[in-house]
């Protein structure tokens, strides 16, 4: 299969992100044209009570690429993620949270992988973004996690590429 006729989308759930969102949507829209990804972006807001929903139809409105998608109450990651997936038109699936801590250049950056396989998961190894809380909370997790299947699993709670035919299997 020849790669430049994928198509992704990219799903950012929402829970009153007013103050991230309209960067959020701007930086995953820059990396797609940077890397010439042809994509769509579709922001599904859970419930938010603040301008989430505004801001996103604004960005809907000067870029035909972003798509809205409301829930009316809160429901959750899942459910974001899910009916993202449902509404999805792109052959390839990842998400990038409306909170704009993720960089969306990083999880593109592996898109031309997708030639050979049906699914991309890369670790983050950035201790200094987290708290030293956070880190001794994930080191004891991975702890846990590799002495008890003897494994060594890295610290994988990153961005997800997918081919789409595989979540709906």
Known sequence: MVLNTFNITVIMPALNEERNITLAVENTLK???????????????????????????????????????????????????????????????????GDNENDPWEILRYYKLLEHVDIIIPFIFNKEARSLFRNALSFTYRFIINTTFGVNFNYTNGTVLFRKSILKE
């Open 31 to 97: 990396a797609l044209d940077d890397y010439g990804i042809s994509g769509e972006i579709i922001v599904v807001n859970d419930g938010s009570k603040d301008k989430t929903r505004q801001l996103t139809e604004e960005s809907a409105l000067k870029d035909t690429r972003v798509k809205l998608i409301n829930h009316s109450v809160p429901q959750g990651i899942g459910a974001s993620y899910r009916d993202g997936v449902d509404a999805s038109k792109g052959e390839i699936v990842t998400w990038i949270p």
